[in-house]
């Protein structure tokens, strides 16, 4: 490993930190509004983070064009967001404010965010609400009229909003209203169905991207004076995951080969409560929000190897693990502290089902203590979801459940303003590695993509618009015929292949590896081999490759061959990154360095830092530039949920 | 188990289609109708075909990407589910399946079963909105919502934009897309200020956009996977016809 280099500058302001976002702001140079319909701005991604920057920027008056996969903006990945978003409005009375929410974001965590971007989020989030309650998005609300909230795991508050179990879902369709109100004036150019291939630089600055139109096969160019990436998160790295199978690390892994460094990539959540895999079929994997640990009670039997029904363990023989190990937050503990409890019962041979990889998920007490009505209320379309896709009856008997990878707190490396190493080019959403450091609290990430995309990048954008470092060339610029001629060249090879194996399956063997290896505890012995694998994985990959059809015209598996081939290469990097931190934090857990009793043993001396990967070649190893963490206001203590 | 499948290939929105007939083996009931054909697809690529094309995302009944007309029906068998959603449990070993694209007007088929739903982005774009700009808004508090409004406003706001209203009507009508829209924001204390007018341009557009008229047919509340009423049409009814009467502006 190359030794690291103390460039990076997160740009973050000093002072208190109340007072930094305020002053940032007044800092940052203005646009007047005439200006700004002379810059173009790209925003890539429809989702929470990419609608609400695209809408946002073209009220200012900036000329947008915006990008998506799906036929539509209204589908993207954010509409599957279930159990709701934080804001800190205290609207319970019950002790929150925006320094408990940054507090227990900083904490949550695991220390490994940066202060001033947490801060920041906590700050915006009640507007946010507000913002979406004016949109018309219909959250749930009390008798009186007013909002209602809810509790997620990780902290004692009830600050949670929610839609239903579909708090994604109308979040997006807000953001996608407003971004369609710009669409009819105008000041949106909407193309989807096209994916992003490349990030096109002019000496070193991101001066526009090339697409391809998925319908046509053609190549497009776009040219603008910045480009906004909002592409979501990597979790389909490991195939089975809960992310929709159009997620991808392509866009963000192309902009990291054009100089953008990759934060964190170890970072991967895995959720405490999924439906378990039944079989080798599987595309995907379907979460069960975690709101549903509200009033669900996690246990497995006490004895291992017990194979009753569950309706046959007296309540005696029946271990509530998360409520033994963990008195004070019991089963609302924060999701990697519940997944790596799970995965402990289930090594030890507690797991339950024919698998023996699941776990219960109880309603019996809350819905004798509620009513069975209240709990259809509450959580009436997750309860059909699971009984559609299982066949069994959650009112009857409990749920089982078993973690799956679930969300990315890693992504692209940005400063302060969300903008990357590369110039000119931004990073919003789940797509950068600003604010969840090693660990996310459930109902944040839709807080921080909406936090990105209203508030945050459309007034940091000016960071470098009025920088006087724009680069804004002709579409016929070299840089673009280069882009272009390389992105066919790509596509070209993979049909050109013709191997004996389909993308699919690949893609299969790659999560395999990935799961058993980088997923929920990683060992530095795993980790090298893990490595050696994927190498060996991604030469099969480039000779065996069967990628059927045409470019010329609508081609799934050629869109797919193009993203797994960036997770063979991305993968590496995720597993040199889980091997060069050695401790354990948050999702990241090395088995090597454990407490006693098997929680997470963090090392603050040598690792509180940001990892951001510099690529030097596909087959090369990245070399690693550290962003120093200090933690001015949330000292890093043991985290303990006890 | 095995099954037949009978299913629409069509290889570009100018060229003609046709039905092929497959067969697919080691289906398991525990698979999504989804990774039954990708079960298929895998099978066809590696006998050197072209697998089928079809839209789908999140597999989880909520994107509304998914759209395949099963057995002559809209998502297939069961009500209230999307495509994806549907399991190979409710199908009998050795049974036959057909297969197709939702089919309108204004739904073109890019490719075998995926279709342009391009119109329904053009009817929302029309005015499926709430003009309030970022940074304008009061607090969330600030405008009460009673619980039963909300309720109603989510109910119709459920809707997932799949099309299978339009593929299930006999007009090819989109009034059940565009009512939901038009009812979720109308129940709202926040939606009223644009209330009519919203609706004459939601309407005029969806009529521009080449979509069939109502009928009362009620096939599309049938189909719809989210199960959004036919009540919500009456609520557009009422609000375009006080909007055509008071002579408002679209
Ligand atoms: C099942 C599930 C439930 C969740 N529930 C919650 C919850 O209750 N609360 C919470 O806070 N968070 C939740 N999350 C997490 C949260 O939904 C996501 O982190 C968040 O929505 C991501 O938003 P985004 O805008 O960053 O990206 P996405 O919504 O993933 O959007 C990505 C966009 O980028 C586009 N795109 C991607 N690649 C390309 C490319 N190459 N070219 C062009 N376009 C591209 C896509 O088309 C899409 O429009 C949940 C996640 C899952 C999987
Ligand atoms: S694939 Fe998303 S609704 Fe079916």
């Known amino acids: ?642 | 188990m095995k099954l037949t499948l009978q299913i629409w290939r069509q290889p570009s929105a100018e060229a003609d289609g046709n039905f092929e007939i497959y067969t697919v083996g080691g289906v398991s009931e525990d698979m999504s109708f989804l990774e039954m054909i990708d079960q298929l697809n895998r099978q066809i690529v590696l006998d050197g075909g072209e697998p089928v094309a079809f839209d789908h995302d999140c597999r989880e009944g909520i994107c509304g990407m998914c759209s395949m007309v099963i057995n002559g029906e809209v998502h297939g068998p069961i009500k209230g589910t999307t495509t994806c959603q549907l399991h190979m449990r409710s199908f009998k070993d050795g049974a036959k399946i057909v297969i197709e694209p939702f089919r309108a007007k204004a739904f073109p088929v890019v490719k075998d079963l995926a279709v342009d739903r391009s119109a329904f982005d053009a009817i929302i774009t029309a005015g499926g909105f709430i003009t309030s700009r970022t940074g304008s808004a009061p607090d969330g508090n600030a405008i009460l919502v009673p619980k039963e409004d909300a309720d109603q406003a989510m109910d119709a706001a459920a809707c997932i934009g799949c099309g299978g209203c339009v593929a299930a009507c006999p007009n090819a009508a989109a009034m059940l897309f565009t009512a939901a829209k038009v009812t979720h924001l109308g129940s709202l204390p926040q939606g009223q200020p644009e209330r009519r007018a919203r609706a004459l341009s939601m309407v005029q557009e969806m009529d521009s956009q080449g979509f069939g008229n109502c009928t009362n047919e009620r096939e599309c509340e049938a189909a719809c996977p989210k199960e959004i009423s036919v009540m919500t049409i009456a609520q557009m009814n009422r609000d375009y016809l006080r909007a055509s009467i008071a002579g408002d502006e679209a």
């Not at chain 1, 096969?217 to 990436?229: K, N, W």
């Not at chain 1, 990892?611 to 890093?636: C, I, M, R």
């Open chain 1, 1 to 642: 490993m190359s030794a690291f280099n103390s460039q990076l500058n997160s740009h973050s302001p000093t002072g208190p930190i109340e007072d930094r976002w305020t002053n940032h702001r007044f800092d940052l140079n203005l646009i007047n509004p005439a200006n700004r319909r002379k810059f173009k701005v790209i925003v890539v991604g429809t989702g929470l983070a990419g609608g609400s920057a695209a809408a946002t920027l073209a009220e200012m008056g900036y000329e947008v064009t915006s990008f998506c996969i799906q036929d539509s903006p209204r589908r993207a990945h954010s509409i599957a967001a279930q159990g709701g978003i934080n804001a800190s409005k205290n609207y319970q009375n019950d002790g929150d404010s925006t320094y408990r929410l940054f507090y227990d974001t900083v904490k949550g965590g695991d220390f490994r965010a940066r202060e001033s971007n947490v801060y920041r989020l906590a700050q915006v989030s009640g507007q946010i609400i507000d913002q979406c309650a004016a949109q018309g998005v219909p959250f749930a609300r009390e008798y009186g009229g007013y909002l209602a909230n809810r509790s997620f795991g990780g902290a004692q508050v009830s600050r949670t909003f929610y839609a239903r179990g579909q708090t994604g879902q109308q979040l997006l369709i807000g953001a996608y209203s407003a971004l369609m109100r710009q669409v009819s004036a105008g000041k949106v150019e909407l193309l989807p169905r096209r994916e992003m291939v490349e990030l096109v630089t002019v000496d070193g600055v991101a001066s526009g991207v090339v697409v391809r139109n998925l319908i046509t096969g053609e190549y497009e160019r776009h040219a603008a004076d910045a480009v906004l990436l909002c592409t979501g998160g990597y979790g389909n790295v490991f195939f089975l995951s809960t992310n929709a199978q159009a997620s991808n690390v392509t866009a963000a892994w192309r902009c990291h080969k054009k100089g953008a460094y990759f934060a964190n990539p170890c970072f991967t959540q895995i959720h405490p409560t999924c439906i378990p895999v039944s079989g080798d079929h599987q595309s995907k994997l379907t979460l069960m929000s975690e709101s549903l640990r509200n009033d669900g009670r996690v246990w497995v039997p006490a004895k291992a190897g017990d194979t009753r029904a569950p309706a046959d363990i007296p309540e005696s023989e029946r271990d509530y693990y998360l409520e033994r190990r963990y008195p004070s937050f019991g089963n609302l503990v924060p999701r990697d502290v519940a997944s790596r409890a799970s995965k402990l019962e289930c090594d030890e041979g507690r797991g339950i089902g024919n698998t023996g990889l699941a776990v219960y998920l109880d309603f019996a007490d809350a819905i004798k203590r509620d009513g069975e009505d209240a709990i259809r209320q509450r959580y009436g379309n997750l309860f059909q979801m699971y009984q559609m896709i299982t066949g069994e009856d959650p009112y009857r008997t409990p749920m089982r459940i078993f973690p799956a990878v679930h969300y990315t707190m890693g992504g692209l490396w940005v400063d302060y303003n969300l903008q990357t190493t590369v110039p000119g080019l931004f990073a919003l959403g789940e797509a950068n590695f600003s604010d969840h450091g090693a660990n996310r609290l459930g109902a944040s990430a839709l807080m921080q993509g909406l936090s990105d995309g209203y508030f945050v990048a459309p007034a940091t954008i000016t960071a470098h618009l009025a920088s006087g470092n724009v680069k804004r060339v002709s579409i016929d610029h070299p840089a673009f015929e280069e882009a272009e001629a390389h992105a066919k060249a790509r596509s070209n090879k993979l049909l050109s292949i013709q191997g004996g194996r389909t993308v699919e399956g690949l893609h299969r063997d790659l999560g395999q590896i990935m799961w058993d290896m980088v997923g929920m505890s990683r060992s530095g012995a795993g980790l090298r081999d893990a490595i050696s694998q994927i190498r060996a994985l991604r030469e099969e990959f480039w000779s065996e490759v069967r990628v059927p059809g045409e470019n010329s015209h609508l081609n799934p598996s050629l869109e797919k061959a193009g993203r797994v081939a960036d997770f063979m290469e991305f993968g590496e990097l995720m597993a040199q990154d889980a091997l060069n931190r050695e401790e354990s934090c948050g999702g990241h857990f090395r088995e090597e360095h454990q407490t006693e009793d098997g929680e997470a043993a963090r090392n603050d001396e040598d690792f509180s830092y940001a990892a951001a990967w510099e690529h030097q070649g596909v087959d090369k190893e990245a070399s690693l530039n550290k962003e120093d963490l200090t933690f001015e206001y949330v000292k890093p203590s043991t985290r303990s949920y006890k």
